[in-house]
């Protein structure tokens, strides 16, 4: 599990690593939910270096955490070259669109520490 931000800001990821892949919750701030969800699979073999992963969304009715799912699943995937699918539910009471940002650039912190752990693990694994 990884921990960034602090209070209402504070989010969570926790990750599961299996044979070819990773799931990941990500939840945060004053009500953890599901609101959405991302899957990310490599493109095989790439065509360009830096091309995105092929990515589905599947938004929950009125929610918008799928947003954010999706770009803590292609982060992952291309740091980690794994298929990895992220169910995340963040909430807040009366977000103000700064509080929108913290909470978009604390997931991504707290992605750049998963990913880094889940290399190690693979580099440990692989060894």
């Given at each position: 599990m990884v921990t960034y931000g602090e209070g209402r800001l504070s989010i969570q990821l926790q990750a599961i690593l299996t044979a070819d892949g990773v799931a990941v919750t990500l939840t945060g701030g004053e009500k953890p939910h599901v609101g959405g969800m991302a899957l990310s699979v490599p493109r095989h073999p790439p065509i360009i270096p830096a091309q995105r992963p092929h990515t589905w969304i599947i938004p929950r009715c009125?929610?918008?955490?799928?947003?954010?799912?999706?770009?803590?699943?292609?982060?992952?995937?291309k740091?980690?070259?794994?298929?990895?699918?992220?169910?995340?539910?963040?909430?807040?009471?009366?977000?103000?669109?700064?509080?929108?940002?913290?909470?978009?650039?604390?997931?991504?912190?707290?992605?750049?520490?998963?990913?880094?752990?889940?290399?190690?693990?693979?580099?440990?694994?692989?060894?």
């Open positions: 009125g929610h918008r955490d799928s947003d954010v799912a999706a770009l803590v699943a292609e982060q992952l995937c740091d980690t070259g794994c298929c990895v699918a992220v169910i995340a539910g963040i909430h807040i009471d009366s977000a103000t669109p700064s509080e929108i940002g913290m909470l978009v650039q604390n997931s991504q912190q707290a992605t750049r520490l998963l990913a880094d752990r889940i290399k190690e693990i693979m580099e440990i694994r692989d060894a």
